[in-house]
């Protein structure tokens, strides 16, 4: 299965200007910008997700301990990005306020997180750790169940809480623990991101030493975020952004289960698929959606029913895909991991999770099949369509 969840808010905080908020909008923005010989001036990306429905989810086993977690950012646009580049994510490691700012305000608004602040600039907190300080270390503290001063105690457990800036003082903390940097390479392809971020979500959700969620950091490298490239800017469409491009945190694991009872194998070489959806279905449900799989010549023989009624079952390596059906933005894609079609003694299915769906929408269904090891797929798309609504 493949459930997805949306950010709670998401804003980009710029050097440049360091007291500016742009909380509320439409794009995200990583930027590198040298002006003169020597001032280096960038943007970060910080984004937070409530994890709580999934943590409860994992720990009821509605959500498998060996799912993995996936961030996807959709590009708005771009401007003189290097042909090779890496973004990185990291989580948090303070509180921050949104804020109701947009970069274009004038004047600029400063009721919320920036460069310098992680409230505002009214509040005046400031992100706590500098490149000038070198980080703090931590260690966990299993009596009060959290992270305290690695002098106070000798613990089995470190981390630490580090940041970065260039010629201004700020940009957010992050903390940094072994294995736990997340990012994602690109060589001359698609800017859009779809970043393996599972050990950070896992350290929020799960086990001894975790950190509180205070979302992610999203940065260039540091090699990219230090050059003397005049000007690099990649935008991302934001929650704000009233499209179905914003951006997303997916959880991805197999829940599929195959037992065919009685049915027999279809021959793929006639193969008819049809896909039993009610027209609309609330946020709130968990479908179980029948995928029904008959051969297109149906051997004759005597018998007091229809050739069509006996079913017949896809094989394993069977796969489904949703696309909202307006802007065809696949929203869940062909994965062999989890959006493999399952089989009981009554057909093929597949369970769908309503509220990974943005609402008063319409979505498609299609069908895959692969065979010989997957060097051959078919794609069933027969106009199988469905709505969500509130």
Known sequence: MIYTIYPKFDTTIYEKTESLNA???????LSHELVGSSSKYNSRILMKFDVSDIESR?????????????????????REIPQEYEIYAYPISSSWVNGTGRYFNTPITTDGVSWKYRSSKQIGTLWGVTAVTGGINYEWD????????A????GALFASVTGSYFSNVGGGTWWTFPELESSQSFSYESSDIYMDVTKIVKKWITGSGRFENDGFLIKFSDEIESSNQTLTSL????V????IYVPRLQVVWDDSTFSTGSLSSVSLEDVVVGINLKKSYTESEKAKIKVDAYTRYPQKTYTTQSYYTKKYYLPTSSYYEIRDASTDEIIIPFNTTGSKLSCDPSGNYFNLLMDSFQPERFYRVLIRVDTDGGDISQIFDNNYYFK???
Not at 240 to 243: G, M, P, Q, R
Request: charge should be negative.
């Open 58 to 78: 994992v720990n009821s086993g509605k959500i498998s301990q060996n799912a993995k977690y996936y961030l996807q950012l959709r590009t708005a646009n771009v």
């Open 23 to 29: 909380g509320i909008d439409q794009v995200l923005e």
């Open 235 to 238: 935008q991302f469409f934001s």
């Open 151 to 154: 002098n106070l105690i000798f």
């Open 142 to 149: 299993e009596v009060s169940d959290s992270w305290v001063d």
């Open 388 to 390: 969500v609504s509130r």
């Open 240 to 243: 704000d952004s009233n499209t």
